[in-house]
C-alpha cells in the first residue's frame, strides 16, 4: 500500500471497475520477480531459454495480431483538436475516457492487478519524474522491472511529494478491435487496453517518456525526444556526448553500441541510452540530458556480432525475448544472426519452421535487457545530473537524397533539418513497409502535441544560449544505381561522428551547401575503407534538382499545419530554394 492518499484512491477506483481477484503493490525486488516469473512459467507465458546457453533467459510469444505499436489506435486527448495537431490522432479528453473506460469494466476478473510504481531517469537526478502503470500483465511487469526503477524507491519518491503520471493497463481479450492507447497530458494519465505489445503497454516506455513527458516538457521548459545518447572518448581521454534521432528500426541501438573500427586504436564509444533523451538547459547555457530508461528494448532481427558486437555480448543472459525463433535446444535464434541458419527451428509463433509461413523470428522480435550488462555502458550512464551534449544528429532513412552527412547553418535551419525529416518505414509500426513519410526529430508516432508547436518550442531554445550543441543529419542508407548501399555503416559510422565532434571544436573542413555544410574532400578519415572517389562524391552530393522538389515536398507537409507553422521554418525553405535556384541557374 501506500501513504499517498490520493494514489491509494485511485488504485481502489480502478479496482472497482476492473474487479481484479487480487492486488498487489510490486516493491521491485528479486523474490518478487522470481515469483512473477515462476508463475509465467507455470501458465506457459514464458519459456525458459537454455539455462546452460542462455542463463536466466525467457522466451514469450505475443498473439500473432499483437506485434506492434498500433499508430492508429493511438491518441492524444486534448482540449482543443489543435492543440493535438495533424500529426495526432486526436479525441475530447471526455469522448477518450467514455470510449475506453467501458472496455475496463470487469477486465481483470480472475486475474491479479499489479500496481508497479516506478521512476524514469536516475535515482537523485532532479530530472527524473514517476509515474505508476496499473496492469494485469505479469509480462508488463516483469519487463518494466527491467526498463524502469521500480517498486518501494520509486514509491518513496512519489510519496516524498513529486508529482506522478498515472498508467492504466490491461490486455484485455487482445481483440484488435477493443484495442486503444489513450493520453490525457492534461490529467498526467494514460490508459491502454487490448495489446500486450511492449510499446503498447509498457507505459513507461513510449507513452509516459515521449508523449506525456513532452507535453510536460513544453510547459517546463526542456526537450523530451526520441534519441540515443552516446559519448565518444578520444585516444586523449576527453568524452563529448551526442544526442542522436532516427525513427525505430533505423540503426539506433547500433550507434549507440557502436564499436569504432580498427583504424580508430585508441578511441572508444560509451551508450549512455538507445532510445529515449530528456535533455535540460543548465544555468551555464549548456544542454545536458538523461536517459530515463534503465534498460533496451531492441529489435533483435539483424542485430549480430558483425553490427552490434556490445549488443550481442550485452544479451545471452538475464534477457527476456519476445517473438524470436528458437533451435530445438531453446536457444534463441533470428534472421541476420551469425552463422549458419539451423536446420530445425521453431518459429516465433510456435510452430516448425517453414520458410512458406514467413520468417522464423517476426521482423519485430525485440529483446529486453538491462543497460548495465551493456560492455559499453556508460560511467555517467546513471549520473543524476545526465551528460553535457555537443552535438545533435538527425538520420533518416533514404536510398536517395540525403547526403551521408551535413551540418545545419544555425539553430533555426537544424530546427528546420530536424521537421523536416522524412524515412522509409519500418516492421516497428504496423503498416506497410518501405513507404517515405515525414518523421520530424523521429517523433511522428510520440510528439504529445501539435508538432508546429513543437518546433516553435525547439526553436525557442536559439535565444536563450549561445551554448547549444550543433546539429547534423545523417543518411546511412544512400544507395547506388544497382540499388545497393554505398556506405558500410555499422562501425564505420564512427569515421562521420569525428567529424561531427571535430567542426564543433572548430576544426574539420566542409563546404558550405544551400542544405547545409557537407564535409570537403578528405575532411573524413576513410583510411581502410574500399570506397572510390565516385562512390565517396555520390555519398555527399547534393542535386539541385533533387533537392528543389525535395523542398516542395516539404513545404507540402508544412502546409498541413496551417497558420501554427513557425515563420523561421517558411523562411528556412525558402532561403533553401532560393539558394538551389540560383544553383541551377548558374
Given at each position: 500500500?501506500?501513504?499517498?492518499?490520493?494514489?491509494?484512491?485511485?488504485?481502489?477506483?480502478?479496482?472497482?471497475?476492473?474487479?481484479?481477484?487480487?492486488?498487489?503493490?510490486?516493491?521491485?525486488?528479486?523474490?518478487?520477480?522470481?515469483?512473477?516469473?515462476?508463475?509465467?512459467?507455470?501458465?506457459?507465458?514464458?519459456?525458459?531459454?537454455?539455462?546452460?546457453?542462455?542463463?536466466?533467459?525467457?522466451?514469450?510469444?505475443?498473439?500473432?495480431?499483437?506485434?506492434?505499436?498500433?499508430?492508429?489506435?493511438?491518441?492524444?486527448?486534448?482540449?482543443?483538436?489543435?492543440?493535438?495537431?495533424?500529426?495526432?490522432?486526436?479525441?475530447?479528453?471526455?469522448?477518450?475516457?467514455?470510449?475506453?473506460?467501458?472496455?475496463?469494466?470487469?477486465?481483470?476478473?480472475?486475474?491479479?492487478?499489479?500496481?508497479?510504481?516506478?521512476?524514469?531517469?536516475?535515482?537523485?537526478?532532479?530530472?527524473?519524474?514517476?509515474?505508476?502503470?496499473?496492469?494485469?500483465?505479469?509480462?508488463?511487469?516483469?519487463?518494466?522491472?527491467?526498463?524502469?526503477?521500480?517498486?518501494?524507491?520509486?514509491?518513496?519518491?512519489?510519496?516524498?511529494?513529486?508529482?506522478?503520471?498515472?498508467?492504466?493497463?490491461?490486455?484485455?481479450?487482445?481483440?484488435?478491435?477493443?484495442?486503444?492507447?489513450?493520453?490525457?497530458?492534461?490529467?498526467?494519465?494514460?490508459?491502454?487496453?487490448?495489446?500486450?505489445?511492449?510499446?503498447?503497454?509498457?507505459?513507461?516506455?513510449?507513452?509516459?517518456?515521449?508523449?506525456?513527458?513532452?507535453?510536460?516538457?513544453?510547459?517546463?521548459?526542456?526537450?523530451?525526444?526520441?534519441?540515443?545518447?552516446?559519448?565518444?572518448?578520444?585516444?586523449?581521454?576527453?568524452?563529448?556526448?551526442?544526442?542522436?534521432?532516427?525513427?525505430?528500426?533505423?540503426?539506433?541501438?547500433?550507434?549507440?553500441?557502436?564499436?569504432?573500427?580498427?583504424?580508430?586504436?585508441?578511441?572508444?564509444?560509451?551508450?549512455?541510452?538507445?532510445?529515449?533523451?530528456?535533455?535540460?538547459?543548465?544555468?551555464?547555457?549548456?544542454?545536458?540530458?538523461?536517459?530515463?530508461?534503465?534498460?533496451?528494448?531492441?529489435?533483435?532481427?539483424?542485430?549480430?556480432?558483425?553490427?552490434?558486437?556490445?549488443?550481442?555480448?550485452?544479451?545471452?543472459?538475464?534477457?527476456?525475448?519476445?517473438?524470436?525463433?528458437?533451435?530445438?535446444?531453446?536457444?534463441?535464434?533470428?534472421?541476420?544472426?551469425?552463422?549458419?541458419?539451423?536446420?530445425?527451428?521453431?518459429?516465433?509463433?510456435?510452430?516448425?519452421?517453414?520458410?512458406?509461413?514467413?520468417?522464423a523470428a517476426h521482423p519485430n522480435a525485440r529483446f529486453t535487457v538491462a543497460a548495465s550488462q551493456c560492455p559499453s555502458f556508460s560511467p555517467q550512464g546513471d549520473a543524476p545530473a545526465g551528460v553535457p551534449i555537443s552535438a545533435i544528429v538527425f538520420g533518416g532513412r533514404r536510398s536517395t537524397v540525403a547526403p551521408l552527412v551535413f551540418e545545419a547553418l544555425d539553430w533555426s535551419h537544424?530546427?528546420?533539418?530536424?521537421?523536416?525529416?522524412?524515412?522509409?518505414?519500418?516492421?516497428?509500426?504496423?503498416?506497410?513497409?518501405?513507404?517515405?513519410?515525414?518523421?520530424?526529430?523521429?517523433?511522428?508516432?510520440?510528439?504529445?502535441?501539435n508538432f508546429a508547436d513543437y518546433w516553435q518550442h525547439w526553436l525557442g531554445f536559439g535565444p536563450k544560449s549561445g551554448k547549444l550543441p550543433r546539429i547534423f543529419h545523417v543518411n546511412w542508407f544512400r544507395k547506388d544505381d544497382n540499388g545497393r548501399f554505398m556506405w558500410p555503416g555499422f562501425g564505420d559510422n564512427m569515421r562521420v561522428l569525428e567529424w561531427v565532434l571535430e567542426r564543433c571544436a572548430g576544426r574539420a573542413e566542409a563546404v558550405k551547401t544551400p542544405i547545409g555544410y557537407v564535409p570537403e574532400a578528405g575532411a573524413l578519415n576513410l583510411d581502410g575503407l574500399d570506397l572510390d572517389r565516385k562512390t565517396v562524391q555520390d555519398?555527399?552530393?547534393?542535386?539541385?534538382?533533387?533537392?528543389?522538389?525535395?523542398?516542395?515536398?516539404?513545404?507540402?507537409?508544412?502546409?498541413?499545419?496551417?497558420?501554427?507553422?513557425?515563420?523561421?521554418?517558411?523562411?528556412?525553405?525558402?532561403?533553401?530554394?532560393?539558394?538551389?535556384?540560383?544553383?541551377?541557374?548558374?
Open positions: 500500500m501506500t501513504k499517498n492518499a490520493e494514489l491509494a484512491a485511485w488504485v481502489d477506483q480502478v479496482a472497482q471497475l476492473t474487479k481484479p481477484a487480487r492486488i498487489h503493490w510490486c516493491d521491485g525486488t528479486d523474490a518478487e520477480n522470481d515469483a512473477i516469473i515462476a508463475q509465467m512459467l507455470d501458465s506457459g507465458d514464458l519459456i525458459r531459454l537454455n539455462e546452460k546457453t542462455h542463463p536466466n533467459c525467457f522466451l514469450h510469444r505475443s498473439d500473432p495480431q499483437d506485434v506492434a505499436r498500433v499508430e492508429h489506435l493511438t491518441f492524444v486527448c486534448t482540449r482543443e483538436q489543435e492543440d493535438a495537431g495533424p500529426n495526432n490522432n486526436w479525441l475530447a479528453p471526455e469522448e477518450g475516457h467514455a470510449k475506453v473506460d467501458p472496455l475496463f469494466e470487469g477486465c481483470m476478473r480472475g486475474r491479479t492487478m499489479y500496481v508497479v510504481p516506478y521512476l524514469m531517469g536516475p535515482y537523485g537526478s532532479p530530472y527524473a519524474r514517476a509515474g505508476v502503470e496499473i496492469t494485469d500483465s505479469p509480462y508488463v511487469v516483469v519487463n518494466m522491472r527491467i526498463m524502469a526503477r521500480i517498486g518501494q524507491r520509486a514509491l518513496e519518491h512519489i510519496e516524498a511529494g513529486n508529482s506522478i503520471v498515472r498508467g492504466l493497463h490491461s490486455t484485455g481479450d487482445l481483440d484488435p478491435e477493443r484495442r486503444f492507447i489513450m493520453h490525457f497530458p492534461d490529467e498526467l494519465m494514460i490508459k491502454s487496453i487490448g495489446s500486450g505489445y511492449g510499446g503498447n503497454a509498457l507505459l513507461g516506455k513510449k507513452c509516459h517518456a515521449l508523449r506525456i513527458a513532452s507535453a510536460q516538457a513544453r510547459t517546463e521548459g526542456w526537450l523530451a525526444e526520441h534519441m540515443l545518447i552516446l559519448g565518444v572518448e578520444s585516444p586523449a581521454g576527453e568524452t563529448r556526448y551526442i544526442a542522436a534521432a532516427f525513427p525505430s528500426a533505423c540503426g539506433k541501438t547500433n550507434l549507440a553500441m557502436l564499436v569504432p573500427p580498427a583504424e580508430f586504436d585508441g578511441w572508444k564509444v560509451w551508450t549512455v541510452g538507445d532510445d529515449i533523451a530528456w535533455m535540460h538547459l543548465a544555468d551555464d547555457g549548456q544542454l545536458w540530458a538523461i536517459n530515463p530508461e534503465a534498460g533496451f528494448f531492441g529489435v533483435a532481427p539483424g542485430t549480430s556480432l558483425k553490427t552490434n558486437p556490445n549488443c550481442m555480448n550485452t544479451l545471452g543472459r538475464n534477457a527476456i525475448y519476445t517473438n524470436v525463433a528458437v533451435t530445438p535446444d531453446l536457444q534463441p535464434w533470428w534472421e541476420g544472426m551469425d552463422g549458419d541458419k539451423p536446420a530445425e527451428l521453431i518459429d516465433w509463433q510456435g510452430r516448425p519452421h517453414d520458410p512458406a509461413n514467413g520468417p537544424g530546427v528546420f533539418a530536424g521537421a523536416a525529416m522524412a524515412s522509409e518505414t519500418t516492421a516497428a509500426a504496423t503498416g506497410k513497409v518501405g513507404q517515405v513519410r515525414r518523421d520530424p526529430m523521429a517523433m511522428k508516432p510520440f510528439c504529445g502535441y555519398l555527399l552530393s547534393i542535386d539541385p534538382r533533387v533537392w528543389h522538389e525535395e523542398i516542395d515536398q516539404i513545404e507540402a507537409y508544412f502546409a498541413t499545419y496551417g497558420e501554427r507553422l513557425p515563420q523561421a521554418l517558411r523562411d528556412q525553405a525558402a532561403r533553401i530554394k532560393a539558394a538551389l535556384e540560383d544553383q541551377l541557374a548558374a
